[in-house]
């Protein structure tokens, strides 16, 4: 099982640890790729199951299975991969997920044409239960088209690009450090910031391309403790490299909009404050990494948005303090009329005093379903697209 081909385009990097039952999808789902000029490069971390009996069955030449001597962890395995990879172009999978065969061809075809994007991510469908359950599109990700969004995202405490479906430049990521092990269980988030820091842009296409299984063992969910605390730290960690002149501790609390905040910052003037920080680092930060009109405007409106939502789960809670963070968002202009928060945040303010905690949590609730609508409507249209493609096709044939 060597690859034969010294110089393939792609490397596709599969971490394998007790694979089974769902290994032998994975691996079939990459051999089915319409982009070809592939090697499916699998580490695996010393498994105790049959995940090595089940990859030996696999007769293609294009795998090439690495087995680690101990247990390295996911982090080990993949810095090992990353080494190890023949291709210019690296792209994730998860031992239980699987990609849909045109995922290669279309993420490649961004990476050839854009030599400043660094890493380019998909929508992706999510398989619940085991070998047999429903899908549903998810279009939640972060929208990024450029490096302004892209910055944008990583900024206000969000991972852009979901860590399966993300394919990278070899040369970026190493240069960025490869993954980092400090960071546990949100290391595809600390290497996304410290890309952004280098300045490398990011697209998520928007279409699913991954098929994403979802699972009780699954690390977000065992570790999730643990994995909020190590993303405050490379958020903490990408403020403070992008020049925040001492005020990394104040500006990572204000744009991560947790507990933090609220708690350094007792009263409207000290929210003020902090968003008078917010908004000088802001400028700098514009001059500094010499950000297009475009790009300074996708930055802005991503901030933006998410100080209102900010300021609405601020005044759930009937803080009104909270106040500030939304004129702060008010900045966004018209743009930001396209955001719930904007509009629902003074009904609630007119409100809150009804806001005692059983009528909190049924409101949030129901904030969270109407934000998902819009993942409802977008999956429909994706649906209805692909409904009129494959009658275009058979009426084309028919003619």
Known sequence: MINTASNPRVTVLL???????????????????????????????????????????????????????????????????LALARAPYIARLDQDDRCLPDRLRQQVAVLDRYPNVGLVGSWLWLHRGGLHGRRTVVVGMTQVQDYGSFLGAVL?????????????????????????????????????????????????????????????TQQSRT???????????AHHALVASLGADGAAQRLSQVLQME???????????????????????????????????FEA??????VHWWMSHGALMGILQRRYRSLPVYRFALRGGWRMARCPAMWVYPVC???????????????????????????????????????????????????
């Open 259 to 293: 507990e933090a905040f609220w708690e350094a910052c007792p009263s409207q003037a000290t929210v003020q404050q902090a968003l008078d920080v917010l908004e000088a680092f802001l400028q700098r930060l514009e001059r500094a990494l010499a950000l297009t009109p």
């Open 15 to 81: 971490p394998v640890y007790n694979g089974m039952p769902y290994l032998a999808e994975a691996i079939e789902s990459v051999l089915a790729q319409t982009f070809t000029d592939l090697e499916l490069l699998i580490v695996d971390d010393a498994s105790t199951d049959e995940s090595i009996a089940c990859i030996q069955r696999f007769r293609d030449q294009r795998i090439r299975l690495v087995r680690n001597e101990r247990n390295m962890g996911q982090v080990g395995s993949l810095n090992r991969g």
């Open 223 to 233: 570790y999730a403790g643990v994995q909020r605390q190590n993303a405050r730290r």
């Open 297 to 302: 405007a996708h930055l802005r409106h991503r």
């Open 349 to 399: 303010l007119a409100l809150s005093p009804l806001f005692v905690p059983s009528v909190r949590g049924v409101l949030v609730k129901i904030l969270l379903r109407i934000g998902r609508q819009k993942y409802v409507v977008r999956s429909l249209s994706h649906r209805l697209g692909e409904w009129i493609g494959r009658f275009s096709s058979h009426l084309c044939r028919a003619v």
């Open 156 to 216: 206000t405490y969000a991972s852009p690009i979901d860590h399966p479906t993300v394919m990278f430049r070899r040369d970026a990521a190493l240069s960025a450090g490869g993954y980092d092990d400090s960071f546990k269980f949100c290391e595809d988030y600390a290497l996304w910031c410290a890309m952004a820091t280098r300045r490398w842009s990011a697209v998520v296409l928007r279409a699913p391309l991954i098929m994403r299984r979802v699972h009780e």
